[in-house]
């Protein structure tokens, strides 16, 4: 029998009408079989203040609860001026802190984005794998699901109508699991020899 696979899904956009948001909806009719993605909802994460990082806000404990309970995690990003949301970024930090019990460390993590524009969130989805660079996360690398002309894709309701999109997203889902069971292979495997 194989054991439960929980993906957390975060999505960097606050707006009702979000694509990213309605990508990551999406992504959950789209997991393999034996797999949930939940997802993590930024709204009531307040602005990152490190006067408060040891004794965080309850949105930010519930967060980085669900992070470390997850065997994987999908970040679904707009750009914002070539870059991530601040949005995004702000949670990224809280869950990072305080210093030496980030809740980032080692996690299995992909990517996605929509764009209304041409290059479907390319250079924020660069950016952010920079920012896994520091955490330690363990980025997949292919497929890169960026989601350009965004509007066309959704239907009047904004659900994902578009099916290569949606094939595209399903291979990612597929690779990421994958990904992280070869991840905990390793770990069980080095803990086993040591
Ligand atoms: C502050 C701001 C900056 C933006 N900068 C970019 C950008 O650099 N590149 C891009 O393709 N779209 C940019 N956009 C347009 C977004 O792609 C578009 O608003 C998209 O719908 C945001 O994602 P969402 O639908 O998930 O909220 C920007 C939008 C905002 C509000």
Redesign the pocket.
């Known amino acids: 029998m194989n054991t439960p696979f929980t993906i957390l899904g975060i999505?960097?956009?606050l707006?009702k009408?979000?694509?990213?948001?309605?990508v990551l909806r999406a992504a959950q009719q789209l997991v393999p079989e034996g797999v949930t993605l939940e997802i993590f909802d930024l709204a009531g994460i307040p602005p990152f203040n490190q006067d408060e990082e040891a004794n965080p806000p309850e949105r930010v404990a519930q967060l980085k609860a669900r992070i470390r309970a997850a065997d994987a995690i999908l970040l679904v990003t707009?750009?914002?001026?070539?870059?991530i949301?601040g949005v995004l970024k702000n949670a990224i930090d809280w869950a990072s802190r305080p210093y030496g019990d980030s809740a980032w460390e080692e996690k299995p993590v992909a990517v996605m984005g929509?764009?209304?524009?041409?290059?479907?969130?390319a250079?924020?989805q660069y950016h952010l794998r920079q920012v896994f660079v520091f955490l330690n996360m363990y980025p997949l690398n292919r497929p890169e699901v960026m989601i350009a002309n965004?509007?066309r894709r959704f239907d009047e309701k904004g659900n994902l109508k578009d099916e290569d999109t949606k094939a595209h997203i399903r291979d990612l889902l597929v690779a990421l699991v994958a990904w992280a069971k070869h991840h905990e292979r390793g770990r069980r495997a080095s803990a086993g020899s040591s």
């Open positions: 999505a960097g956009s707006r009408a979000s694509f990213n948001r309605a707009p750009e914002y001026n070539y870059s949301p929509a764009s209304v524009g041409a290059m479907g969130t250079r924020a965004a509007a």
